[in-house]
């Protein structure tokens, strides 16, 4: 039975936005590769850290979420380990609540989308 997950990583701020994104990439691959089923990513962009972390006071995140087997997991996790462009990171299991959560959550995201591209329409 698959499992939903999502997981959130922080990359150093020192990263171009070539290297950021094939460090994305890298990820998402590893998921498909393994049998995950992606479900939603969100690309939070340049964030302040709450505490300094090797020196950084700030990085990038990544949420992805995906649908997988629990033994996935740590492998993603392993892969997150020996990459060292990566600052912190955090998988977790959603509950069927977690999940609703999850879903309203991006039905909102969606329907800010849709408004702007009608406001930037309107405008023109």
């Given at each position: 039975?698959?499992?939903?997950?999502e997981t959130v990583f922080i990359m150093t701020p020192v990263l171009s936005d070539d290297q950021m994104k094939e460090t994305v990439k890298k990820f998402q691959s590893f998921l498909k590769e393994k049998g995950a089923e992606i479900v939603y990513e969100n690309n939070w962009g340049l964030k302040k850290l709450a505490y300094p972390i090797q020196k950084k006071s700030t990085g990038f995140y990544y949420l992805i979420e995906f649908k997988a087997e629990g033994t996935l997991v740590a492998e993603l996790e392993t892969s997150y380990k020996r990459d060292e462009r990566l600052l912190r990171f955090l998988t977790v299991k959603l509950?069927?609540?977690?999940?609703?959560?999850?879903?309203?959550?991006?039905?909102?995201?969606?329907?800010?989308?849709?408004?702007?591209?009608?406001?930037?329409?309107?405008s023109i």
């Open positions: 039975m698959l499992n939903n997950y509950d069927k609540h977690a999940i609703a959560y999850s879903e309203k959550r991006r039905n909102i995201a969606i329907g800010k989308k849709i408004e702007a591209k009608v406001e930037t329409t309107e």
